[in-house]
């Protein structure tokens, strides 16, 4: 299947730090990147859709000062955790659809820690 | 109603037996149909698509899909303990721009 490089795979940071997660499709152009968030033993929450030029469309409840959104080019977009809190720990997965077939392929996660 | 819903489980089978794990939707326009394992603390891979009527196998894993009922599902042929995950169903709606998920089904295969 299609490889999605997601980085950093885990991060410890302080409250009020702010955090850039990239997640990069190597070998597809992903026209739409997806960002969840998953909370232990619980199911994949979508927090936005993000397409390659254009502004994210972020679900509901999900502030979008709060998580930036970038997606500068078809192979990389960035999810910017600002002035994090504890609250804010949990395991943030991003996944790109390729133009082709329509699959959704997932990166490795990335682990946050806010203390 | 949820959009998919899938029973959390857990489902405990013995190896080599047959494991079977069911989703519905609500939605009659879904048109792609997938099946996702995820392993604790790692992220969902993909392992079936489907998005016809019938049965579509590959390997060890089947998937139906029935869209007059509205339900997918599927079936782990002699299951090994390596399977024991959660199996995450998710369901393409409308376009190709929204997925959603089930809430997973936990799946354990006792050696």
């Known amino acids: 299947g299609a490889v999605v490089s997601q980085h950093p795979s885990r991060v410890i940071c302080k409250s009020g730090t702010s955090v850039k997660i990239e997640c990069r499709s190597l070998d597809f152009q992903a026209t739409t990147m997806f960002w969840y968030r998953q909370f232990p033993k619980q199911s994949l929450m979508l927090m936005a859709t993000s397409n390659e030029g254009s502004k994210a469309t972020y679900e509901q409840g999900v502030e979008k000062d709060k998580f930036l959104i970038n997606h500068a080019s078809l192979t990389l977009s960035t999810l910017t955790v600002t002035s994090a809190h504890p609250e804010d720990s949990s395991f943030y997965i991003c996944?790109?659809?390729?133009?082709?077939?329509?699959?959704?392929?997932f990166g490795s996660g990335t682990q946050l820690s806010v203390l | 109603q949820k959009e998919v819903e899938q029973n959390s489980g857990p489902l405990s089978v013995p190896e080599g037996a047959i494991a079977s794990l069911n989703c519905t939707y609500s939605?009659?326009?879904?048109?792609?149909f997938f099946w996702y394992r995820q392993y604790s603390g790692k992220s969902p891979e993909l392992i079936m698509s489907?998005?016809?009527?019938g049965d579509k196998e590959d390997g060890r894993f089947t998937a139906q899909l029935n869209k007059a009922s509205q339900y997918v599902s599927l079936l782990i042929r002699d299951s090994q303990p390596s399977d024991s995950a959660t199996y995450l169903c998710a369901v393409n709606i409308g376009n190709f721009n929204k997925f959603y998920f089930g809430s997973g089904t936990k799946l354990n295969v006792k050696p």
């Open positions: 489907i998005y016809s009527n």
């Open positions: 939605d009659r326009g879904s048109q792609s």
């Open positions: 996944s790109a659809r390729g133009r082709a077939n329509g699959k959704l392929f």
